[in-house]
């Protein structure tokens, strides 16, 4: 459990892992906390956005949708690994997962199944969306692959978190298939090599 960064700190810390930053627009301040709480924080979640190109893909996760509104997360990562920095506190990411779940985050233990939707994530998680149309055949490529790892690392490093914080949509709630085209495992391992 930790309480989250400062807008600053979060910015800082990826730029110290060797990412390179886009801030877009009022990121720093356009959040969803008039809708509930923002930590305490406990891991890192990744997801795919099932869009195609650079601008379109961090419009909509900075202004969301007509179903969702934005941001969506807090830095889009993009084919060519930048990390746009769309928002910052409480987004609409991640939405309710399995309280199981969080517990194994928050002891750092292998997740259990996801079989229930009744805890709050957009409060305890920080959130990553990357640039896929999430069929499990557009293309991750490497260097967008080594930028969630990084961003990831980033994260838990500042926190003294390890790389079992780090978990994807499709393990928080059910139904949820991001991010596809990768193994969970294989991205936690690649974390893992970071921090050590």
Same mark, same amino acid.
């Given at each position: 459990?930790?309480? %989250?960064?400062?807008?600053?700190?979060? #910015?800082? /810390?990826?730029?110290? *892992?060797?990412? =390179?930053?886009? *801030?877009v627009g009022d990121w720093r301040s356009h959040n969803r906390?008039? #809708? &509930?709480?923002? &930590? @305490?924080?406990?891991?890192?979640?990744?997801h795919h956005t099932v869009t195609h190109g650079t601008a379109t893909t961090v419009r909509i996760c900075r202004d969301g949708h007509s179903r969702l %509104?934005? @941001?969506?997360?807090? &830095?889009?990562?993009?084919? $060519?690994?930048?990390?746009?920095?769309?928002?910052?506190?409480? =987004?609409?990411?991640?939405?309710? &997962? $399995?309280? $199981?779940v969080l517990a194994a985050v928050i002891a750092? #233990?292998?997740? %259990? @199944? $996801?079989?229930q939707a009744?805890?709050?994530?957009? /409060?305890?998680f920080y959130g990553f969306e990357c640039e896929n149309l999430g069929t499990g055949k557009d293309p991750w490529p490497a260097v967008q692959l080594d930028a969630i790892a990084r961003a990831a690392a980033a994260v838990c490093r500042r926190h003294g978190w390890t790389a079992r914080s780090v978990i994807g949509h499709r393990e928080w709630q059910p139904g949820k298939i991001d991010p596809a085209g990768f193994t969970m495992q294989s991205l936690r391992d690649r974390v893992h090599e970071r921090l050590k």
């Open positions: 459990m930790a309480e %989250p960064m400062s807008a600053g700190e979060f #910015k800082h /810390a990826l730029v110290n *892992e060797g990412l =390179t930053v886009v *801030e906390n008039h #809708k &509930g709480p923002w &930590g @305490p924080v406990h891991g890192v979640m990744i %509104p934005g @941001p969506l997360c807090h &830095g889009v990562i993009t084919k $060519d690994g930048r990390v746009h920095l769309v928002g910052y506190g409480r =987004t609409n990411h991640a939405g309710s &997962g $399995d309280r $199981d750092e #233990k292998a997740l %259990p @199944p $996801d079989n009744d805890t709050d994530g957009n /409060a305890r």
